[in-house]
C-alpha cells in the first residue's frame, strides 16, 4: 500500500508563474489536507478537502491559491502569479475520515520562487 | 478554537540521556491528540496518538506520552535517547469531533554524542 505521494519534490518557478502541487491519498482514503511550512513556524493548515468537495479552506489565502480533489486524479494546489513570499515547503496528507483518525502525510513539495 | 503549544523551541541533550519535549493544548471540549516526528527534507510520521482510555500512551521508537486532562498537557517522552532520535517533533490535536488536526510550532531535538 503506497503512502501518500506528492510531486513534484522540488519546484521552482520565476515571480508571476504558475505552481501546481499534486498529491495522490493513500488507497481508500478519501479526506486530504494541505498545509505549509516555513523554518520556525511549524505546520499551517490551508484546506481540506473531501472527493469533489472543499470542507474547509479558512487557511487559504483568498486570491492566488485554490486548490480540488477531483473524482479521479489527484489533489492539486495551485498557486497564480507566485511571489517570493511564497516560498516553503507544502505538506499533503490524507485520512480515512473520522476525528479519531491520524493524517498520513507525503514527502513535501518545497516550492522555491526566484 | 483549538490550539496547540510546544513551548520549547530546542531541546539538546546527550546520547543516552532521558528527554522530555513539552505539549499543551487549549480546549475546552473532548480531544484527540497526536506526535509526530520530521527528519530533515522528509514528510511527518506518526510517532503516537491518544484517542481515550489510558492516559500513558506508547509509540514507536521507544517514545511514550501521557494525557493530562487537569493540566491540558500531553508531553513526549523517552527515557534514553540516541543519535537518531535527533528530528523535529510535533504535537497536535482535534478537538471537539473536528477533522482537521491543529499542530504546534515544533520543537527540534538536537541529540549530542
Known amino acids: 500500500n503506497a503512502g501518500v505521494m506528492q510531486n513534484p519534490r522540488h519546484l521552482v518557478r520565476r515571480r508571476g508563474q504558475e505552481a501546481r502541487l499534486r498529491c495522490s491519498p493513500m488507497?481508500?482514503?478519501?479526506?486530504v489536507y494541505w498545509y505549509r511550512q516555513l523554518p520556525e513556524e511549524g505546520l499551517k493548515f490551508m484546506v481540506y478537502?473531501?472527493?469533489?468537495?472543499?470542507?474547509?479552506e479558512s487557511g487559504m489565502p483568498k486570491e492566488r491559491f485554490s486548490a480540488e480533489f477531483p473524482k479521479e486524479g489527484p489533489s492539486i494546489l495551485r498557486i497564480q502569479q507566485v511571489v517570493r513570499g511564497d516560498s516553503a515547503a507544502y505538506f499533503c496528507?490524507?485520512?480515512?475520515?473520522?476525528?479519531?483518525?491520524?493524517?498520513?502525510f507525503g514527502q513535501g513539495t518545497r516550492l522555491t520562487v526566484v | 478554537a483549538q490550539s496547540v503549544t510546544q513551548l520549547d523551541s530546542q531541546v539538546p541533550v546527550f546520547e543516552e540521556a532521558p528527554v522530555e519535549l513539552r505539549c499543551n493544548y487549549s480546549?475546552?471540549?473532548?480531544?484527540?491528540l497526536f506526535w509526530y516526528v520530521q527528519y530533515p527534507n522528509q514528510g511527518l510520521q506518526l510517532l503516537l496518538k491518544y484517542l481515550s482510555g489510558s492516559t500513558l500512551v506508547k509509540g514507536i521508537n521507544g517514545f511514550e506520552a501521557e494525557f493530562n486532562k487537569s493540566q491540558t498537557s500531553f508531553h513526549l517522552r523517552k527515557p534514553s535517547v540516541h543519535i537518531s532520535d535527533t528530528a523535529e517533533y510535533f504535537c497536535a490535536v482535534k478537538a471537539g469531533g473536528s477533522y482537521i488536526p491543529t499542530f504546534g510550532r515544533g520543537t527540534s531535538l538536537i541529540v549530542h554524542p
Open positions: 478537502l473531501q472527493k469533489e468537495n472543499i470542507i474547509d
Open positions: 488507497k481508500g482514503h478519501s479526506h
Open positions: 496528507a490524507s485520512s480515512p475520515g473520522g476525528a479519531d483518525t491520524e493524517a498520513f
Open positions: 480546549s475546552s471540549v473532548s480531544v484527540y
